[in-house]
């Protein structure tokens, strides 16, 4: 069984950074794909960036630039770097394996005050 522990969330001021980290528990499969979602107060759940099984990464439209998404390369941990937050980033964001009907952790809560 995968378990995913997020890390790496806090309350931080428009224009600074966090790093995101997500821990990997049990055996994944070689085809699953890798993601962070996110899901903001009165929102659906949406995919902020996703890594594919040979490592292609992609991000939302309104991170592009500003979020960068990584992992170990025995596929460990993930992560993901936000750079140059804004208020509409606040959310509590989420590891996922496999897609939504895959391995989810609990969340971690990013708060972004103007």
């Known amino acids: 069984q995968v378990q995913l522990l997020e890390s790496g969330g806090g309350s931080v001021h428009a224009g600074e950074s966090l790093r995101l980290s997500c821990v990997v528990s049990?055996?994944?499969?070689?085809?699953?794909?890798m993601n962070w979602y996110r899901q903001a107060p009165g929102k659906p759940r949406e995919l902020v960036a996703l890594?594919?099984?040979?490592?292609?990464?992609d991000v939302l439209d309104a991170v592009r630039g500003r979020f960068t998404m990584s992992r170990d390369n025995d596929k460990t941990s993930l992560y993901l770097q936000m750079n140059n937050l804004k208020p509409q980033d606040t959310a509590v964001y989420y590891c996922n394996i496999g897609g939504r009907n895959g391995a989810w952790g609990r969340g971690t809560q990013v708060t972004v005050s103007s």
């Open positions: 049990g055996t994944i499969s070689s085809t699953s794909a």
């Open positions: 890594m594919t099984p040979s490592g292609i990464t």
